[in-house]
Structures are given as structure tokens and as C-alpha cells.
């Protein structure tokens, strides 16, 4: 996935400003960013509900708008920060839903599908509660039915809009190592730096729209870049488990950050 030179208007107020980068295939890439940076904007232009007013998304070469919408279901699977509470379906037929884009109009459910939403029911800890009505679950509970419903699309980019909301510090860590063994593409806008830092080969941080800094986690976590963007004091060293960074932070009366 490449974005060349984005930018993205609303009521003539600039939400986007001259956004670039590509995404390698298998990359895990982080989005960060104070509230209102432009995430969730910027994730929306990329599965291509919100129309870049310059600039382009391209995908296999291929500006996303020229793409079917069932073409680009085929590509992009996308979990959302708050889950849909329409649904009157099973937690199984809300999971099932993702082989719709791989599937023709008239072809039913055959084994082979039961079996993928069986296996990504299992991956996210929800066998048990496959037939239970997907409006009767908890709000964590309904996130991981929908990132099943995203592993049964079976797509090579994945776009997760803050996947952690509503789940607990066990499961934050499960969702966040499952998306990172698919082995697919994942774009992923976090709030929790510490889950950045751990699980991002490359982090991308918005301030107003606009790219303060890109690169690998020790480069874009500094002390600097985080006083200045989030305006608090930050320490960053190493985590005494995975050894990535760790981040620890306050609004500057009770640690010196010089
Ligand atoms: N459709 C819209 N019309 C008007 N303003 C919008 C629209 N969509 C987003 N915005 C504005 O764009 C800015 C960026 O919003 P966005 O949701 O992308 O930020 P974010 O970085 O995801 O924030 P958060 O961390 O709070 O989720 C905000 O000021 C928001 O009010």
C-alpha cells in the first residue's frame, strides 16, 4: 500500500496535510497521535470511505477508488474502534460475514468456510460463545468478533482502528500478537504507546494532520518527539521484559525528563 501526497478537507478545514508513505507486505505499522491528529481520518482514507481531496491511496499499483467494493473487501479487512450494535445475528453469523467478499452471490456456506469461522472463533477466544446472539456480548467480547470476522476475510492488509478499546490488559496483548502472526499487512491506530513500542515495526505520528515523524520505534518514541506532541514529560528506557522500549509519563510535576 503506497500514499502519495494525501491530504483531506472537510468544510474547507485541512484534516490532512500532504501525507506520504508505503507499507511494506507483512508490516506492522503503527499510527499515533495526540486526540483529533487525524487517525481515524487517515485510516478511513485508506479502506476508501473518505475521499483524499489530493493525493491518492494506491493498492498493487492501483489508486483504491478505481477498485469494486467487493475488489477491495478482497484486500482491505477492517476493524473499527466501536463495534456495530445492529447486528441481530450470532456471533457466528457475524464472523461468517467476512468469506461474504470471497464468496459469489449464489454459493453457500460449505465446510471448508465452517471451519475458518470455527478456527478464528478459537484464535480470539470466543468457541464458546459462537451461538450466542453477538448483541448479548461484552464490549471486549464483541471487538474480538469482529477482528475473527476480519482473520475470516482472509485479506493481505488488515486496518484496525484502535483494536484494544474495550479489552482488558490479557487480551489487549492476545488481539495485538494474533494480528502480528498473521503474517499480513496491518495498519493499526493505537493510543497505547507501550503497545506501539512492543508490537510496531513502524510507527507513523500525526500531530494536526501532518507527519511529525516515521520510522522505527526508538526513533519516533524519544523523549522529544512525545513532550512535544502529547505535552507531557516522557522517560523512555527499556522494558525489563521484551526488552523494546517503555514508556513512562506524566504531566512533568513528578519526573525531571532533561
Ligand atoms: N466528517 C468530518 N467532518 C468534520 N470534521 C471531521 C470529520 N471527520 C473528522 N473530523 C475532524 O478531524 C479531526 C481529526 O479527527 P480523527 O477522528 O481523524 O482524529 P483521531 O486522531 O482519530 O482522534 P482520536 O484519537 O480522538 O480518535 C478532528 O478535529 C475531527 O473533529
Not at 491528529?37 to 476508501?48: D, M, P, Q, V
Not at 471487538?143 to 488488515?158: E, G, P, S, Y
Request: hydrophobic fraction near 40%; charge should be negative; charged fraction near 20%.
Amino acid at each position: 500500500m503506497t500514499v502519495e501526497s494525501l491530504s483531506w478537507r472537510v468544510q474547507d478545514k485541512s484534516i490532512l496535510n500532504n501525507v506520504s508513505f508505503s507499507v511494506c507486505p507483512t508490516e506492522f505499522v503503527g499510527i499515533i497521535g495526540p486526540n483529533g491528529a487525524g487517525k481515524s481520518s487517515l485510516l478511513r482514507c485508506l479502506y476508501g470511505v473518505n475521499v483524499p481531496t489530493e493525493g491518492e491511496v494506491r493498492i498493487a499499483d492501483k489508486n483504491i477508488l478505481e477498485y469494486s467494493r467487493q475488489a477491495l473487501a478482497q484486500k482491505i479487512a477492517v476493524v473499527l474502534q466501536e463495534p456495530p450494535s445492529r447486528f441481530e445475528l450470532s456471533v457466528n453469523d457475524v464472523i461468517a460475514m467476512g468469506l461474504t467478499p470471497q464468496k459469489s452471490l449464489l454459493s453457500f456456506d460449505n465446510h471448508l468456510d465452517k471451519q475458518k469461522v470455527i478456527e478464528a472463533s478459537r484464535q480470539v477466544d470466543l468457541l464458546d460463545k459462537l451461538h450466542q446472539s453477538f448483541n448479548s456480548l461484552s464490549g471486549g467480547e464483541k471487538q474480538r468478533a469482529m477482528i475473527a470476522r476480519a482473520i475470516v476475510q482472509d485479506t493481505h492488509v488488515l486496518i484496525l482502528d484502535e483494536p484494544t478499546n474495550h479489552l482488558d490488559i490479557r487480551h489487549q496483548l492476545e488481539v495485538l500478537t494474533l494480528a502480528k502472526s498473521l503474517q499480513v499487512t496491518v495498519i493499526c491506530s493505537m493510543h497505547d504507546l507501550n503497545l506501539a513500542a512492543t508490537f510496531c515495526d513502524r510507527l507513523i505520528l500525526l500531530d494536526q494532520g501532518s507527519i511529525i515523524a516515521e520510522g522505527s520505534p526508538e526513533s519516533v518514541l524519544t523523549e522529544a518527539n512525545l513532550n512535544r506532541v502529547f505535552d507531557i514529560k516522557a522517560k523512555v528506557d527499556t522494558h525489563p521484559f521484551t526488552q523494546k522500549l517503555r514508556i513512562t509519563f506524566d504531566l512533568g510535576e513528578h519526573i525531571d525528563a532533561d
